[in-house]
T-cell receptor, first 114, second 112 residues
Framework: DAEITQSPRHKITETGRQVTLACHQT?????MFWYRQDLGHGLRLIHY???????NKGEVSDGYSVSRSNTEDLPLTLESAASSQTSVYFC?????????????FGPGTRLTVL | DAKTTQPPSMDCAEGRAANLPCNHS???????VYWYRQIHSQGPQYIIH???NNETNEMASLIITEDRKSSTLILPHATLRDTAVYYC?????????????FGSGTQLTVLP
């Protein structure tokens, strides 16, 4: 079955380190998204992509970057991790040819920055 | 995208219908209403969406008022596994792949 996976599921890192979170989907969806969720808040968009070589900044993009070299993957990089980036990160994808009404979410990555 | 207002929490008895309200008084004519839910520690899950007409699928029903300023998500026979945070989202032009804007949602607790 097609799916969307994230790795690692849990990560502890130190302030100042570069961290990359992986997102892989097997639906061949053109649209992919990264969100973060903090305690007491809804999901906030970090970056999104409409296809290969396309990336766009979301609501809270400072300190994060993404690249899209193929349809299946959208890795999220924290250039220099900060304690404020401790959060749960969700990746999602959607199919524009199907109307893009439904976004499929991954299981999340819990990141702790010490 | 129009903003939405939902009650922060609701309880429902197991086996009864859960009716979750959402106000979106500034909704525009081309904006859809979406419902997602998030079970604790999991990624959000799509439930249903609608534009003008009421909609039903295997999970739920969506009732949109005639003026489209509010809607209600109905879970016809709530189970304990329906305990989750439910998000009502309004968004225009989904085929442009614009992001979902999540608010605080409603914490639904299904009681045994």
């Amino acid at each position: 079955d097609a799916e969307i996976t994230q790795s690692p599921r849990h990560k502890i890192t130190e302030t100042g380190r570069q961290v990359t979170l992986a997102c892989h989907q097997t639906w061949n969806h053109n649209n992919m998204f990264w969100y973060r969720q903090d305690l007491g808040h809804g999901l906030r968009l970090i970056h999104y992509s409409y296809g290969v070589q396309d990336t766009n900044k979301g609501e809270v993009s400072d300190g994060y970057s993404v690249s899209r070299s193929n349809t299946e993957d959208l890795p999220l990089t924290l250039e220099s991790a900060a304690s404020s980036q401790t959060s749960v990160y969700f990746c999602a994808s959607s199919d524009p040819s199907g109307g893009a009404h439904e976004q499929f979410f991954g299981p999340g990555t819990r990141l702790t920055v010490l | 995208d129009a903003k939405t207002t939902q009650p922060p929490s609701m309880d429902c008895a197991e086996g009864r219908a859960a009716n979750l309200p959402c106000n979106h008084s500034t909704i525009s004519g081309n904006e859809y209403v979406y419902w997602y839910r998030q079970i604790h520690s999991q990624g959000p899950q799509y439930i249903i969406h609608g534009l003008k007409n009421n909609e039903t699928n295997e999970m739920a029903s969506l009732i949109i008022t005639e003026d489209r300023k509010s809607s209600t998500l109905i879970l016809p026979h709530a189970t304990l596994r329906d305990t989750a945070v439910y998000y009502c989202i309004v968004r225009a032009d989904p085929r442009s792949a614009r992001q979902l804007t999540f608010g605080s949602g409603t914490q639904l607790t299904v009681l045994p």
